[in-house]
T-cell receptor, first 115, second 114 residues
């Protein structure tokens, strides 16, 4: 089946630093990638949708200057949490889909802890 | 906007028995998709089953089946012959088009008692 790799799986950093998370589709061309956020014991919330070569579309309430998304190729999207603070600590999961009504394939997620 | 409601925060079932997880949704679209995802403690998202709204026949995947009631906007998941490995969080989700993100319910924590 389709494989999506997400890296890193866990990152701990100091408040004020920026953190980049990568999401790669390993065996298919991901025309669209999605970024979700999941707080402990809660559901996944869609943060943004990115199409290859286009600017990301952010959901209401998500700060685009805080969460920078780049989708420069059909196999890679990155999420950069800029000037991270403890309230940004969460589990971030990406998913990817190809053209048409293909199912979304999820990465294994990144646990972000800001001290 | 789409919404998904899972009214059962937690369910418990004896191993080998059958359990049904409920899900209702709201959407103004006529063309949409419905999903059940499983999230074990590893937090990996595993697709359990999917249903296209235009299909009247209920989807089935081995021990997993759905009861899709389009008029009632209900999409319940039935797990037959429950196994210890079925223990996890189960999320119901909907999606409009192929390039749209998923809207998830709050999840149901399924406990399998040996």
């Amino acid at each position: 089946g389709a494989v999506v790799s997400q890296h890193p799986s866990w990152v701990i950093c100091k408040s004020g630093t920026s953190v980049k998370i990568e999401c790669r589709s390993l065996d298919f061309q991901a025309t669209t990638m999605f970024w979700y956020r999941q707080f402990p014991k809660q559901s996944l919330m869609l943060m943004a949708t990115s199409n290859e070569g286009s600017k990301a579309t952010y959901e209401q309430g998500v700060e685009k200057d805080k969460f920078l998304i780049n989708h420069a190729s059909l196999t890679l999207s990155t999420l950069t949490v800029t000037s991270a603070h403890p309230e940004d600590s969460s589990f971030y999961i990406c998913s990817a889909t190809g053209q048409g009504h293909q199912p979304q394939h999820f990465g294994d997620g990144t646990r972000l802890s800001i001290l | 906007a789409q919404t998904v409601t899972q009214s059962q925060p937690e369910m418990s079932v004896q191993e080998a028995e059958t359990v049904t997880l409920s899900c209702t949704y709201d959407t103004s679209e006529s063309d949409y998709y419905l999903f059940w995802y499983k999230q074990p403690p590893s937090r990996q998202m595993i697709l359990v089953i999917r249903q296209e709204a235009y299909k009247q026949q209920n989807a089935t995947e081995n021990r997993f089946s759905v009861n899709f009631q389009k008029a009632a906007k209900s999409f319940s998941l039935k797990i037959s012959d429950s196994q210890l490995g079925d223990a996890a969080m189960y999320f119901c989700a909907t999606r409009q088009g192929g390039a749209d993100g998923l809207t998830f319910g709050k999840g149901t924590h399924l406990i399998i008692q040996p």
